[in-house]
Protein backbone atom coordinates (compact mmCIF):
# COMPACT_ATOMS: atom_id res chain seq x y z
CA UNK A 1 0.00 0.00 0.00
CA UNK A 2 1.34 3.35 -1.11
CA UNK A 3 1.10 5.89 1.74
CA UNK A 4 2.44 9.52 2.34
CA UNK A 5 3.08 10.34 6.36
CA UNK A 6 3.37 14.22 6.96
CA UNK A 7 5.27 15.01 10.46
CA UNK A 8 6.84 18.44 11.96
CA UNK A 9 3.33 20.49 12.40
CA UNK A 10 2.77 22.20 15.26
CA UNK A 11 2.34 25.77 16.84
CA UNK A 12 4.75 28.44 16.52
CA UNK A 13 5.00 32.18 17.23
CA UNK A 14 5.81 34.48 14.11
CA UNK A 15 9.11 34.29 12.80
CA UNK A 16 10.04 30.97 14.30
CA UNK A 17 10.58 28.05 11.99
CA UNK A 18 9.32 24.57 11.48
CA UNK A 19 10.47 21.75 9.25
CA UNK A 20 7.41 19.23 7.59
CA UNK A 21 8.64 15.77 6.66
CA UNK A 22 7.14 13.46 4.20
CA UNK A 23 8.01 10.04 4.19
CA UNK A 24 6.74 7.56 1.54
CA UNK A 25 6.16 4.26 1.78
CA UNK A 26 5.19 1.06 -1.05
CA UNK A 27 6.92 2.49 -4.02
CA UNK A 28 9.64 4.88 -4.48
CA UNK A 29 8.75 8.31 -6.44
CA UNK A 30 12.16 9.15 -7.85
CA UNK A 31 11.00 9.42 -10.82
CA UNK A 32 8.31 12.08 -10.24
CA UNK A 33 7.63 15.18 -8.52
CA UNK A 34 6.56 16.11 -4.56
CA UNK A 35 4.81 18.62 -3.59
CA UNK A 36 3.69 20.29 -0.70
CA UNK A 37 0.51 21.82 -0.52
CA UNK A 38 -1.57 24.17 1.64
CA UNK A 39 -4.94 24.60 2.94
CA UNK A 40 -6.28 27.59 5.40
CA UNK A 41 -9.60 27.43 6.92
CA UNK A 42 -12.23 29.01 4.22
CA UNK A 43 -9.33 28.98 1.61
CA UNK A 44 -8.72 26.79 -1.52
CA UNK A 45 -5.83 24.55 -1.23
CA UNK A 46 -2.71 26.19 -2.91
CA UNK A 47 0.34 25.00 -4.06
CA UNK A 48 3.58 25.59 -2.18
CA UNK A 49 6.56 24.14 -3.22
CA UNK A 50 7.37 20.99 -5.20
CA UNK A 51 10.72 18.92 -5.57
CA UNK A 52 12.41 16.52 -7.93
CA UNK A 53 15.57 14.32 -8.70
CA UNK A 54 16.83 17.27 -10.68
CA UNK A 55 15.34 20.88 -9.63
CA UNK A 56 12.52 22.31 -7.49
CA UNK A 57 10.02 25.08 -7.88
CA UNK A 58 8.36 27.25 -4.48
CA UNK A 59 5.49 29.50 -4.92
CA UNK A 60 6.02 33.22 -5.10
CA UNK A 61 4.36 33.59 -1.91
CA UNK A 62 6.66 31.60 0.52
CA UNK A 63 9.65 32.07 -1.63
CA UNK A 64 12.68 32.91 0.14
CA UNK A 65 11.32 32.14 3.56
CA UNK A 66 10.67 28.29 2.37
CA UNK A 67 12.87 25.63 1.04
CA UNK A 68 12.12 21.82 0.26
CA UNK A 69 14.14 18.89 -0.36
CA UNK A 70 14.31 15.68 -0.45
CA UNK A 71 16.41 12.60 0.74
CA UNK A 72 16.12 9.67 -1.93
CA UNK A 73 17.75 6.98 0.05
CA UNK A 74 14.62 8.06 2.51
CA UNK A 75 12.19 8.23 0.00
CA UNK A 76 11.37 11.53 2.49
CA UNK A 77 10.92 15.56 1.52
CA UNK A 78 10.69 18.19 3.49
CA UNK A 79 9.44 21.59 3.93
CA UNK A 80 11.55 24.44 5.50
CA UNK A 81 9.79 27.05 6.70
CA UNK A 82 11.48 29.89 8.19
CA UNK A 83 10.32 33.71 9.25
CA UNK A 84 6.43 32.10 9.32
CA UNK A 85 3.92 34.26 9.33
CA UNK A 86 0.48 34.22 10.53
CA UNK A 87 -1.16 33.92 7.14
CA UNK A 88 0.78 30.59 6.87
CA UNK A 89 -1.23 28.68 9.22
CA UNK A 90 -3.20 25.85 7.00
CA UNK A 91 -3.18 22.38 6.77
CA UNK A 92 -0.19 21.49 4.87
CA UNK A 93 -0.47 18.50 2.19
CA UNK A 94 2.31 16.40 0.65
CA UNK A 95 1.95 15.40 -2.55
CA UNK A 96 3.33 12.71 -4.97
CA UNK A 97 3.34 11.17 -8.86
CA UNK A 98 3.31 14.48 -10.42
CA UNK A 99 5.29 14.66 -14.09
CA UNK A 100 8.03 17.24 -13.13
CA UNK A 101 8.16 18.02 -16.92
CA UNK A 102 4.75 18.71 -17.32
CA UNK A 103 3.00 20.77 -14.71
CA UNK A 104 3.51 20.45 -10.45
CA UNK A 105 1.23 23.19 -9.86
CA UNK A 106 -2.05 21.78 -9.54
CA UNK A 107 -3.68 18.76 -7.03
CA UNK A 108 -5.16 16.96 -10.13
CA UNK A 109 -0.99 16.40 -10.94
CA UNK A 110 -0.93 14.84 -7.95
CA UNK A 111 -2.51 11.06 -7.36
CA UNK A 112 -1.40 10.05 -3.99
CA UNK A 113 -1.88 12.70 -0.65
CA UNK A 114 -0.92 12.62 2.63
CA UNK A 115 -3.21 13.06 5.39
CA UNK A 116 -2.13 16.53 6.36
CA UNK A 117 -0.24 18.30 8.69
CA UNK A 118 -1.72 21.61 11.13
CA UNK A 119 0.80 24.60 11.14
CA UNK A 120 -0.36 27.34 13.58
CA UNK A 121 1.16 30.35 13.42
CA UNK A 122 0.64 32.52 16.38
CA UNK A 123 1.32 36.60 16.18
Known amino acids: QVQLVESGGGLVQTGGSLRLSCAASGRTFSDYAMGWFRQAPGKDREFVAATWWSGGTISNSVKGRFTTSRDSDKNTVYLQMNSLKPEDTAVYYC??????????????????WGQGTQVTVSS
Open 95 to 112: AAGADYYGSVYREKDYNI
